[in-house]
């Protein structure tokens, strides 16, 4: 039985190939909207936050053989946590993370290694400041930015009570929050920032299902400066991009799944098409 840390779109259909493939599984998620997405699409699944000591404990109750991390890049807690926790329990740990965006950065992108440093960069700016890394850093650019002359913080997040309450708290003006769920096209990113006025974007490196690719792209073709936080450096062991990977390593570490001629028929289909 696996156990898999999900949540994100990429995560639930990673999880819905490990189970085709015959494999039994638990997927935990941290929001019940999460919840709801996997139990739409037949999954089994578990809700709330988990520490390491959590982790080992329902891995040892629930007789689980193997982790799968396929929680956010960014959710760097969850990741270490169920890091720990699989080392004590005595399972293999394998990593899913998803594919970087295109590796060739653009002169207007500039890469920085966390929130503080987009931050204090942010700060050295005028103009309109679209932050989209979400709500729960807002502290560090609010603490940072609000207040400054010359620049104003547009805050673009989930669409969620909780989230508008912590945007009144810091400071942060109605006017001045976009409420809206993803995913955004390149269109669509380009009529925000154009609607507001954005002179600069800053965004996290989440991978090409996270949409940066379309937050990145619409930016650059209006001309618009990007602050690019850098994906968490955690030395997961094995890590893989591809769900056929994914498999293979299932297969190497707990054996075959029920329905092993799926499992091995997807591996080596993907293999041989990446290999075209």
């Known amino acids: 039985?696996?156990?898999?840390?999900?949540?994100t779109s990429d995560a639930r259909e990673l999880a819905l190939t490990i189970q085709q493939a015959g494999y039994e599984l638990l997927t935990t998620v941290v929001t019940d909207s999460a919840a709801k997405s996997m139990q739409e699409a037949g999954l089994p699944v578990r809700v709330g936050r988990m520490n390491a000591d959590e982790i080992r404990q329902l891995i040892q109750e629930k007789g689980f053989t193997c982790v799968v991390d396929a929680s956010h890049p960014f959710a760097e807690e969850a990741s270490r946590n169920a890091l720990e926790g699989a080392h004590a329990a005595g399972v293999p740990f394998i990593r899913y993370e998803r594919a970087s965006a295109d590796g060739s950065i653009h002169p207007l992108v500039t890469v920085v290694e966390d929130y503080e440093a987009a931050a204090e960069l942010a700060a050295r700016h005028k103009g309109v400041v679209m932050l989209t890394t979400g709500s729960k850093t807002l502290q560090i650019f609010t603490k940072k930015l609000l207040g400054l002359p010359d620049l104003?913080?547009?805050?673009?997040?989930?669409?969620?009570?909780?989230?508008?309450?912590?945007?009144?708290?810091?400071?942060?003006e109605q006017k001045n929050i976009i409420a809206l769920q993803g995913p955004f096209s390149k269109e669509l990113n380009m009529a925000l920032y154009k609607q507001y006025g954005t002179t600069l974007m800053i965004t996290k490196e989440s991978g090409k299902v996270g949409s940066v690719d379309e937050k990145v792209e619409a930016a650059v073709e209006l001309g618009i400066p990007i602050v690019m936080i850098a994906r968490p450096k955690i030395d997961y062991g094995?890590?893989?991009?591809?769900?056929d990977d994914i498999l293979y390593a299932l297969r190497e570490k707990i054996g075959e799944g029920k329905n092993h001629e799926l499992s091995y028929r997807l591996y080596t289909v993907n293999r041989t098409t990446a290999g075209d």
């Open 1 to 7: 039985m696996v156990l898999v840390l999900a949540g």
């Open 152 to 172: 104003t913080l547009v805050a673009r997040m989930l669409p969620r009570k909780d989230n508008m309450e912590k945007c009144e708290q810091l400071g942060v």
């Open 238 to 243: 094995t890590v893989f991009s591809g769900f």
